[in-house]
């Protein structure tokens, strides 16, 4: 009877250590798996912010380039107006210059001819 009920504590010991183990290794896979699953949100988050900054670096390069070609293209059509109206001056200018000599030489003749009927 005694070997009886020391073969059934027995018994009942190794379940009891079995059970222990059982959750032991579940518990151990469930921290696992939530350290897994920590690790892998990290990951997720660093990489959604490394694809937010990169195409906000990209949207901000793109919006200055955009405004230095306006610029310069603002700042080549000024010069060329510039350089139009000082080309229209110039002329203005030499047909002025132009007229005035001629009305000189016109002046002359007709005082040489005036000159020339005395």
């Given at each position: 009877?005694?070997?009886?009920?020391?073969?059934?504590?027995?018994k009942?010991?190794?379940l009891e250590?079995?059970?222990a183990?059982?959750k032991?290794?579940?518990?151990?896979?469930?921290?696992?798996r939530?350290?897994?699953?920590?690790?892998?949100?990290?990951?997720t988050?660093?990489?959604?912010?490394?694809?937010?900054e990169?195409?906000?670096?990209?949207?901000?390069?793109?919006?200055?380039?955009?405004?230095?070609?306006?610029?310069?293209?603002?700042?080549?059509?000024?010069?060329?107006r510039?350089?139009?109206?000082?080309?229209?001056?110039?002329t203005?200018?030499?047909?002025?210059?132009q007229?005035q000599?001629?009305?000189?030489?016109?002046?002359?003749?007709?005082?040489?001819?005036?000159?020339?009927e005395?």
């Amino acid at each position: 009877q005694q070997a009886q009920a020391e073969e059934t504590t027995r018994k009942q010991q190794q379940l009891e250590a079995e059970e222990a183990t059982r959750k032991q290794q579940q518990a151990q896979e469930e921290a696992t798996r939530k350290q897994q699953q920590l690790e892998a949100e990290e990951a997720t988050r660093k990489q959604q912010q490394l694809e937010a900054e990169e195409a906000t670096r990209k949207q901000q390069q793109l919006e200055a380039e955009e405004a230095t070609r306006k610029q310069q293209q603002l700042e080549a059509e000024e010069a060329t107006r510039k350089q139009q109206q000082a080309q229209e001056e110039a002329t203005r200018k030499q047909q002025r210059k132009q007229q005035q000599a001629q009305a000189e030489e016109a002046t002359r003749k007709q005082q040489q001819l005036e000159a020339e009927e005395a």
